[in-house]
C-alpha cells in the first residue's frame, strides 16, 4: 500500500514539475497576418461605392470641382486616390513603417506616403505642423474593397491595408509587414 502511495505521489510530482516547466517556457511567436511580399485575397470583400467616398474641392481657374476619393482605414490611416491612376496612404502612423521625423523645435515636418507608384518615401508637410488635425475621411469599414480609376484598395479587422494598381503595382500596410510590392 505504501508502495503505491510513494508511486502516484512521485508521478503527480513530476506531471506538476513538468507543467510548470512548460508554464515558464517562451509564448509561441505570433504568426503574421501578411507574409512579407504577398498581397492579400480580397476577393471575398464587399465593393463599396465609390460615391460615398467623394471629396469636390475647389479648382481655381476652372468652371468644375475636382473630384478626390479619399478614406480613412479602421486603424485611422488617410488613404486616397489619385490620377494617373494610383492610391496612396500617408501618415506617422503607418504600421510596422518607423515615423518620420516631425520636429517643430528644429522645423522638421516630414510625414511617410506609400503609393502604388513607388515604396515608402518621407514628404515634407504642408505646413508647420506636426500633429495631423485636419478632418477625417469616411472610414471603409473591415472587409471591403473600394475602386476608383481601376485602382481597388482593401481592409480588413486585423489592421491590414492593401492597394493595388491598373499597371499591377501595390502595397501592404499592415502589422506584421508593410512595403511596396512592384508587381501583385
Known amino acids: 500500500m505504501m508502495y503505491r502511495f510513494s508511486a502516484t505521489l512521485l508521478l503527480l510530482t513530476t506531471a506538476w514539475m513538468s507543467s510548470a516547466c512548460t508554464a515558464t517556457a517562451d509564448p509561441p511567436t505570433p504568426t503574421p497576418t501578411v507574409e512579407a511580399g504577398k498581397f492579400p485575397d480580397m476577393s471575398a ?22 473630384n478626390k476619393y479619399s478614406f480613412n482605414t479602421p486603424d485611422g ?15 506617422n502612423n503607418l504600421p510596422s513603417i518607423p515615423p518620420a ?12 506616403l506609400v ?6 518615401q ?9 500633429s495631423d488635425d485636419s478632418p477625417p475621411h469616411k472610414v471603409l469599414p473591415p472587409f471591403h474593397t473600394l475602386t476608383v480609376y481601376g485602382v481597388t484598395c482593401g ?26 510590392i512592384p508587381k501583385v
Open 45 to 66: 470583400y464587399t465593393p463599396a461605392n465609390p460615391d460615398d467616398y467623394i471629396q469636390q474641392l475647389d479648382n481655381p481657374g476652372r468652371p468644375t470641382k475636382l
Open 77 to 91: 490611416i488617410r488613404c486616397s486616390f489619385g490620377q494617373p491612376a494610383s492610391a496612396s496612404c500617408g501618415g
Open 122 to 130: 518621407q514628404w515634407p508637410r504642408g505646413d508647420s505642423n506636426c
Open 155 to 180: 481592409v480588413d479587422d486585423q489592421g491590414t491595408t492593401a492597394c493595388k494598381d491598373p499597371q499591377g503595382r501595390g502595397f501592404v500596410l499592415s502589422p506584421s509587414w508593410s512595403g511596396w
Open 115 to 120: 503609393s502604388t507608384s513607388q515604396g515608402v
Open 101 to 112: 521625423v516631425c520636429d517643430s523645435a528644429q522645423g522638421i515636418y516630414r510625414y511617410n
